[in-house]
């Protein structure tokens, strides 16, 4: 084989699993619809074959079409790509939030396991949420074009990683929404989160129903509180539902690491 024809073909093969490579680190393929291969014909390949180049081609070419379907390219306030789609191909799903009939739209995985933790402990202990005639109990995900300034918190809704309690109920601007016992409970819960999640009603500019992600992608303490939470939903007497004493001495030093 001429050596020429060789090297173009160790080239073709090593630009596809570099595109392919450059794709996944998006998180893209990390959703079962692009991660998930076709079943592997078994039928050997001759010795010294080339790559069918065209094809290799056409699979990258529906790749980079699903990903400019999903990503945007922009970061909201916390450092997490805002995506353009739910439940389709991006990370952005819809997670029913258990004991309340609701359900919210914020990423997969660790990030949802949190946010849902904090809307239920809120739902048990500070105010019931979805009751009858209730417009809009909870809002998640929103549209990367309707966020103003993806330095403010709230942008973090355009990357699935912040959830906004009663939207109608504690306008952007305005504190004195919670009651002195409210408030204890908020701080416990951010308290349960270890520092993860940011409660709005403490930005400069408050939103007292926003509660939003502020570690980075790929910050290791984000796995560990998630974990604990799930470990906390199997054990019987921890977790949301179960209501605590938030003004327990050891509670509240607790809580006032977070504060």
Request: glycine share 10%.
């Amino acid at each position: 084989m001429p050596r020429d024809l060789s090297r173009r073909r160790a080239l073709v093969t090593a630009a596809g699993v570099t595109a392919a490579a450059a794709l996944g680190t998006t998180g893209v393929l990390s959703t079962p619809a692009l991660a998930a291969p076709g079943p592997v014909s078994p039928s050997p390949v001759p010795s010294g074959a080339a790559p069918n180049s065209e094809e290799l081609k056409e699979a990258l070419r529906r790749l980079e079409a699903r990903r400019r379907r999903v990503l945007t390219g922009r970061h909201s306030e916390n450092g997490w790509e805002m995506q353009k789609v739910v439940d389709a191909e991006g990370d952005i799903v819809t997670h029913s939030v258990p004991g309340t009939g609701l359900t919210v739209t914020a990423r997969s995985g660790d990030v949802g396991t949190v946010l849902v933790h904090v809307i239920r402990r809120f739902h048990y202990e500070v105010d019931a949420l979805g009751l009858p005639g209730e417009p809009r109990a909870l809002e998640g995900w929103t549209k990367p074009s309707e966020v103003r300034d993806s330095r403010l918190p709230e942008s973090n809704r355009a990357s699935g990683t912040a959830v906004v309690i009663r939207p109608g109920s504690y306008p952007a601007g305005a504190r004195g929404g919670f009651d002195a016992a409210q408030l204890s409970v908020i701080r416990d819960i951010l308290a349960d989160t270890e520092g993860v999640v940011r409660w709005g009603g403490d930005d400069r500019r408050p939103q007292e129903g926003l509660f939003s992600l502020v570690v980075r992608p790929g910050d290791p303490r984000l796995a560990q509180v998630a974990a604990k939470l799930r470990d906390w939903d199997r054990t019987p007497g921890l977790g949301a539902g179960t209501v605590a004493d938030v003004n327990e001495p050891a509670r509240r030093r607790r809580a006032a690491r977070f504060s």
